[in-house]
């Protein structure tokens, strides 16, 4: 019997995926479309997790001369057997990824850019033992294996590495460079960007620029920075965006290759949570899914089905564009209340677009951080655009967690400074004022956003109002409050101990369109009938409020039974 394939769960290095039995999924088309469609210099730009390395080490694979060809059998290029024997194995190739240069300063991240072209020029340093090269090729090329490599060695270093190269094989070289614009997006948060732009700038305009050594380049990134930031003077320079159909099934997982992934691995049956959790991305004029999701849903459910999904995406960085985007809530209008209602809701805004910033303009303009959140794959397009204007819309309930997350996250800390009015809906809460409990909660929740979850195919409406709930409460010194916690024949939403145990709150909370008293009965009688008190009666709690809270949008009722 066949051993099962591993997902490659963090695996970029394609020839790794191949010889070590790690499932791929076919993507080797690009290379046929990128030959197509020439350019000397191509930028791709996707948000971060879409397959950009992995693709960028396809490349090098298939083009480096001494390369396995077996690495390719099976799969789609192979079948272009006058294109494979082109161009497979037959040019020497520089590759550099840029994406771990995260410095806290210009020093450090300059000294980590060098050792990224130390390590490449380590990988070529058979060029030492060249007989074509002359004593000064090589004293050149020893130059870039030092660490202390001087300010103009290292702005020459890549166009210098092509030169040698093309001298060593006689043969124009391809120059591979990943995730290019991560250093300029760290120094941009940490306030040397004009220092770091003008390395990049150097470092690439030498190397792309009037380079007759070079045969073709590919860089991808996150964004594409402003042409006349570091592009200045490229003529042959092709950009494929997110919103170009040039290429826009390359990165990303279509339809067609998740289920047969899932299919693959015994997962069928959850093709409709994948989907409602890790689709409804557009790239040009196909629909994908994030492939680092669905790749770690799969290497998580193969052995265990039962598991709820995650949000994978949003444990791999941070989430500063969101924040900036919300926290605009309470300060510059950079959106209003209202758009992320619709946005929440899963509805769509329309909005212009400019793909073409800098990161210092980011934050600069109101209207910029929409263009942030669309490239950086926070939102997506629906629909064909209106010139530069987009329908906006949160791709799938993953992000959509993220906003909702964050939203809470704001509102904990407005909450934190409303200390009187906390201290008085706890009081409430504490002394089975229903009615006081309801009003003060209306008041908070016109505070902070409303929902209607029309985004979901399964609801889970009320998870927004149980942490603002639980936002409320962690602020109350000397309570215990548990959530989802295990109790009587279920899990209570929220069970809350007073400082002296002499009280015990239970909470069951419901979202609801219809009957907001019928929907607060319902939740008692679950109180009820789940034996949610029981552990406090073990406890020899004396009294026990149970409340039934049902939210729709901005408005709540609450109802009270105790013993």
């Given at each position: 019997?066949?051993?099962?394939?591993?997902?490659?769960v963090?695996?970029e290095?394609f020839?790794?995926?191949?010889?070590?039995?790690f499932?791929?999924?076919?993507?080797?088309?690009?290379?046929?479309?990128?030959?197509?469609?020439?350019g000397q210099?191509?930028?791709?730009?996707?948000p971060?997790?879409?397959?950009?390395s992995?693709s960028?080490?396809?490349?090098q694979?298939?083009?480096?001369?001494g390369?396995?060809?077996?690495l390719?059998?099976?799969?789609?290029?192979?079948?272009?057997?006058?294109?494979?024997?082109e161009?497979?194995?037959?040019?020497?190739?520089v590759?550099?990824?840029?994406?771990?240069?995260e410095?806290?300063?210009?020093?450090s991240?300059?000294?980590m850019?060098v050792?990224?072209?130390n390590?490449?020029?380590?990988?070529?340093?058979?060029?030492?033992?060249?007989?074509?090269?002359?004593?000064?090729?090589?004293?050149l090329?020893?130059?870039?294996?030092?660490?202390?490599?001087?300010?103009?060695?290292?702005?020459?270093?890549?166009?210098e590495?092509t030169?040698?190269?093309?001298?060593?094989y006689?043969k124009?070289?391809?120059?591979?460079i990943?995730e290019?614009d991560?250093?300029l997006?760290?120094?941009?948060e940490?306030?040397?960007?004009?220092e770091?732009?003008a390395?990049?700038?150097?470092?690439f305009?030498?190397?792309l620029?009037?380079?007759?050594?070079?045969?073709?380049a590919?860089l991808?990134?996150c964004?594409?920075?402003?042409?006349?930031?570091?592009?200045?003077?490229?003529n042959?320079?092709?950009?494929?965006?997110?919103?170009?159909?040039e290429f826009?099934?390359?990165?990303?997982?279509?339809?067609?290759?998740?289920?047969?992934?899932?299919?693959?691995?015994?997962?069928?049956?959850?093709?409709?949570?994948v989907?409602?959790w890790?689709?409804?991305?557009?790239?040009?004029?196909?629909?994908?899914?994030?492939?680092?999701?669905?790749?770690?849903?799969?290497?998580?459910?193969r052995k265990?089905?039962?598991?709820p999904?995650?949000n994978y995406w949003?444990?791999?960085s941070?989430?500063?564009?969101?924040?900036?985007f919300?926290?605009g809530?309470?300060?510059q209008?950079?959106?209003?209340k209202?758009?992320m209602?619709?946005?929440?809701s899963?509805?769509?805004?329309?909005?212009?677009?400019?793909q073409?910033?800098t990161y210092?303009?980011?934050?600069a303009?109101p209207?910029h951080?929409w263009?942030?959140l669309?490239?950086t794959?926070?939102?997506?397009?629906?629909?064909?655009?209106?010139?530069?204007?987009?329908?906006?819309?949160?791709p799938?309930?993953?992000?959509?967690?993220?906003?909702?997350?964050?939203?809470?996250?704001?509102?904990?800390?407005?909450?934190a400074?409303?200390?009187?009015?906390?201290k008085?809906?706890?009081?409430?809460?504490e002394?089975?004022?229903?009615?006081e409990?309801?009003?003060?909660?209306?008041?908070?929740?016109?505070?902070?956003?409303?929902?209607?979850?029309?985004f979901?195919?399964?609801?889970?409406?009320k998870?927004?109002?149980?942490?603002?709930?639980l936002?409320?409460?962690?602020?109350?010194?000397?309570w215990t409050?548990?959530?989802n916690?295990?109790?009587?024949?279920?899990?209570?939403?929220?069970?809350?101990r007073t400082?002296?145990?002499?009280?015990?709150?239970i909470?069951?909370?419901k979202?609801?369109?219809a009957?907001?008293?019928?929907?607060?009965?319902?939740?008692?009688?679950q109180?009820?009938e789940?034996n949610?008190?029981?552990?406090?009666?073990?406890?020899?709690?004396?009294?026990i409020?149970?409340y039934?809270?049902?939210?729709?949008?901005?408005?709540?009722?609450?109802?009270?039974?105790?013993e």
């Amino acid at each position: 019997m066949a051993v099962e394939k591993k997902p490659p769960v963090g695996i970029e290095n394609f020839e790794q995926i191949r010889r070590d039995g790690f499932y791929y999924v076919d993507k080797t088309g690009l290379i046929k479309e990128l030959l197509q469609n020439w350019g000397q210099v191509n930028l791709f730009t996707r948000p971060r997790r879409f397959g950009k390395s992995l693709s960028m080490s396809m490349l090098q694979c298939f083009f480096e001369i001494g390369r396995d060809r077996e690495l390719f059998e099976g799969l789609a290029i192979a079948e272009e057997t006058g294109l494979c024997e082109e161009f497979m194995g037959q040019f020497p190739v520089v590759s550099v990824s840029l994406k771990d240069i995260e410095a806290s300063s210009y020093e450090s991240a300059r000294d980590m850019t060098v050792k990224v072209i130390n390590q490449e020029a380590r990988r070529l340093q058979f060029l030492l033992e060249s007989e074509k090269l002359s004593v000064y090729d090589k004293k050149l090329f020893a130059a870039l294996l030092e660490p202390d490599m001087e300010d103009k060695t290292l702005s020459y270093s890549l166009r210098e590495i092509t030169e040698l190269l093309k001298k060593h094989y006689e043969k124009k070289v391809i120059l591979l460079i990943d995730e290019y614009d991560v250093p300029l997006a760290k120094a941009n948060e940490r306030g040397y960007y004009t220092e770091m732009i003008a390395l990049i700038r150097n470092l690439f305009g030498t190397a792309l620029k009037t380079n007759e050594n070079l045969y073709f380049a590919v860089l991808t990134g996150c964004l594409r920075v402003a042409k006349e930031s570091i592009f200045t003077g490229l003529n042959n320079f092709n950009v494929f965006s997110i919103t170009d159909v040039e290429f826009d099934e390359y990165f990303g997982f279509t339809d067609t290759e998740v289920r047969d992934m899932l299919r693959y691995y015994g997962l069928e049956d959850s093709y409709e949570v994948v989907k409602e959790w890790y689709d409804g991305y557009q790239f040009g004029g196909v629909e994908v899914y994030c492939p680092w999701d669905v790749i770690c849903y799969c290497s998580k459910h193969r052995k265990n089905k039962s598991l709820p999904p995650q949000n994978y995406w949003l444990n791999t960085s941070g989430n500063e564009v969101v924040r900036h985007f919300i926290d605009g809530l309470g300060g510059q209008q950079m959106i209003t209340k209202a758009e992320m209602e619709r946005l929440i809701s899963g509805e769509t805004v329309q909005k212009e677009i400019r793909q073409e910033l800098t990161y210092p303009e980011l934050y600069a303009s109101p209207d910029h951080i929409w263009s942030a959140l669309f490239m950086t794959g926070y939102l997506t397009q629906r629909g064909e655009p209106d010139g530069n204007r987009f329908q906006l819309a949160i791709p799938n309930r993953e992000v959509r967690n993220i906003f909702t997350e964050q939203i809470i996250s704001l509102f904990k800390e407005t909450a934190a400074r409303d200390g009187e009015a906390l201290k008085r809906f706890c009081d409430s809460l504490e002394q089975g004022k229903a009615d006081e409990v309801e009003r003060q909660l209306i008041s908070y929740f016109e505070k902070t956003i409303s929902i209607r979850d029309t985004f979901a195919r399964k609801p889970t409406k009320k998870n927004f109002y149980h942490g603002i709930l639980l936002g409320i409460l962690g602020f109350k010194a000397g309570w215990t409050v548990t959530s989802n916690r295990e109790a009587g024949d279920g899990f209570s939403d929220i069970m809350i101990r007073t400082e002296d145990m002499k009280k015990g709150i239970i909470i069951e909370i419901k979202y609801t369109e219809a009957n907001m008293e019928e929907v607060c009965q319902k939740a008692l009688r679950q109180i009820e009938e789940k034996n949610y008190a029981e552990e406090l009666r073990r406890e020899g709690v004396h009294t026990i409020l149970k409340y039934g809270i049902a939210c729709n949008r901005k408005n709540c009722r609450v109802r009270l039974r105790s013993e």
